[in-house]
């Protein structure tokens, strides 16, 4: 069974930074696509930030030039740097990866806060 292992949320201030990363238990490459999205109270959980298995990337528009996905194969991780953090960014962010097979994963998530 495949895990995703999040951590790196907290409390941040407005234009502050946060880096999320994702722990997988199986290969990068055994994954279609793996990224990150995000769910606000009462809202759906969207799309923030995705990575195919052969390296094109997508962003939300909310969030393109303020974070950069980035993945390391060798320890089996997907990175999230935020940067400009405003308060519509506070959300749990949920690590989610779609397998070559078609099984959806998903991590426990992790609580990001931006206010003062």
């Known amino acids: 069974q495949v895990q995703l292992v999040e951590s790196g949320g907290g409390w941040v201030q407005p234009g502050g930074s946060l880096n999320l990363t994702c722990v997988a238990s199986?290969?990068?490459?055994?994954?279609?696509?793996i990224g990150w999205y995000r769910q606000a109270p009462g809202q759906s959980r969207d799309m923030v930030a995705t990575?195919?298995?052969?390296?094109?990337?997508q962003y939300a528009d909310a969030v393109k030039g303020r974070f950069t996905l980035s993945r390391d194969n060798a320890k089996n991780t997907v990175n999230l740097l935020m940067n400009s953090l405003k308060p519509e960014d506070t959300a749990v962010y949920y690590c989610?990866?779609?397998?070559?097979?078609?099984?959806?994963?998903w991590g426990q998530g992790t609580q990001v806060t931006v206010s003062s």
């Open positions: 989610g990866a779609l397998g070559v097979s078609r099984d959806e994963y």
């Open positions: 199986s290969s990068m490459f055994s994954f279609d696509t």
């Open positions: 990575r195919r298995r052969w390296g094109s990337t």
